[in-house]
């Protein structure tokens, strides 16, 4: 069974840091591209960032609104892909789920998603 | 950038059909999916590659994709149902790329 279970959310004052986890299981790890997707509340999805396996160059790509604050990046020895999370705005207030790829067609898996609040 | 447009709202009767429209330039030309996103729920890919439906994904959920528009369509509408449903393509210069998403109600 595949599983993606997100942690490492929590409160964060604005300018500060956080880093998020996606611990995977159930699928080979080494092979996936990997996204992560924000939900602002009561907002709809967002595409945040995108690694691509290390096999085809471990290449990340980000969404405008966060290029240069957050870096993705993973972990293939413990099946587990990071959001490095730097200078916070009260606009990354979201839930945040990372997601397996299935080629450039959508992403066929999710996990439940970790809260970060950014507020003062 | 590259932008999708749905409608913010749908509401149907139940047993009748529903449809979701998502607008792109040329998106007939890309690979476009749906998720459906139920309260407090991650999502789920209803349909993949326009038309395809994963393994679990009841008959009922259909889609095409022709021109500017992607259309998904549920038959005989359930109150299950009931959630919010978006659409996504991957663009070259913008990555992935998510519809505004429409909030299906059975009325």
């Known amino acids: 069974e595949v599983q993606l279970v997100e942690s490492g959310g929590g409160l964060v004052k604005p300018g500060g840091s956080l880093r998020l986890s996606c611990e995977v299981s159930?699928?080979?790890?080494?092979?996936?591209?990997m996204s992560w997707v924000r939900q602002a509340p009561g907002k709809g999805l967002e595409w945040v960032a995108q690694?691509?396996?290390?096999?085809?160059?471990?290449?990340?790509d980000y969404a405008a609104p966060v290029k240069g604050r957050l870096t993705i990046s993973r972990d293939d020895a413990k099946n587990t892909l990071y959001l490095q999370m730097h200078s916070l705005k009260t606009e990354d207030t979201a839930v945040y789920y990372c997601?397996?790829?299935?080629?450039?067609?959508?992403?066929?898996?999710w996990g439940q998603g970790t809260l970060v609040t950014v507020s003062s | 950038s590259y932008v999708l447009t749905q409608p913010p709202s749908v509401s149907v009767s139940p047993g009748q059909t529903a449809t979701i429209t998502c607008s792109g330039d040329?998106?007939?030309?890309?690979?476009c999916c749906w998720y459906q996103q139920r309260p407090g729920q991650s999502p789920v890919v209803v349909i993949y590659?326009?038309?395809k439906r994963p393994s679990g994904i009841p008959e009922r959920f259909s889609g095409s994709n022709s021109g500017n528009t992607a259309t998904l369509t549920i038959s005989g509408t359930q109150a299950m149902d009931e959630a919010d449903y978006y659409c996504?393509?991957?663009?070259?210069?913008?990555?992935?790329?998510f519809g505004g998403g429409t909030k299906l109600t059975i009325l």
């Open positions: 997601a397996t790829e299935y080629g450039d067609s959508h992403f066929d898996y």
């Open positions: 159930g699928f080979t790890f080494t092979n996936a591209w």
């Open positions: 690694i691509k396996s290390e096999s085809q160059g471990g290449t990340t």
């Open positions: 040329k998106l007939g030309f890309r690979n």
């Open positions: 590659q326009d038309n």
């Open positions: 996504q393509t991957w663009d070259s210069n913008t990555a992935w790329v």
